[in-house]
Nanobody, 126 residues
Framework: QVQLVESGGGMVQAGGSLRLSCAASGLTFSSYSMGWFRQGPGKEREFVAAITWSGRSTYYADSVKGRFTVSRDDAKNTVTLQMNSLKPEDTAVYYC???????????????????WGQGTQVTVSS
């Protein structure tokens, strides 16, 4: 049974930092590209960042580029999202997701992902 479990969410003031982690089990982690998505209050789920199965390429939404960094540790079956310079508009539930077959150009699409975590809340106060 595949499980993706996010952790590290919480409340932080604007300008602060948080580090989200996603622990994967039940799958061959090194074969999966990993993505982070978020859903703010009253908003649709949106792409945040992705890292390819090889770790060679990373992709970011324009809204987080330069502030967020995605990385992976295949030895620990984890993917991490380092979030700096947080803004109130970053407030959302953050989800990690695993994609087995998506090509790089499709990693921003939620329907490219096979498995999803339950999400972790990030709240940024002004």
């Amino acid at each position: 049974q595949v499980q993706l479990v996010e952790s590290g969410g919480g409340m932080v003031q604007a300008g602060g930092s948080l580090r989200l982690s996603c622990a994967a089990s039940g799958l061959t982690f090194s074969s999966y590209s990993m993505g982070w998505f978020r859903q703010g209050p009253g908003k649709e789920r949106e792409f945040v960042a992705a890292i390819t199965w090889s770790g060679r390429s990373t992709y970011y939404a324009d809204s987080v580029k330069g502030r967020f960094t995605v990385s992976r540790d295949d030895a620990k079956n984890t993917v991490t999202l380092q979030m700096n310079s947080l803004k109130p508009e970053d407030t959302a539930v953050y989800y990690c997701a695993a994609s087995l077959l998506a090509v790089d150009r499709a990693l921003h699409r939620s329907n490219s992902y096979n498995y999803w975590g339950q999400g972790t809340q990030v709240t940024v106060s002004s």
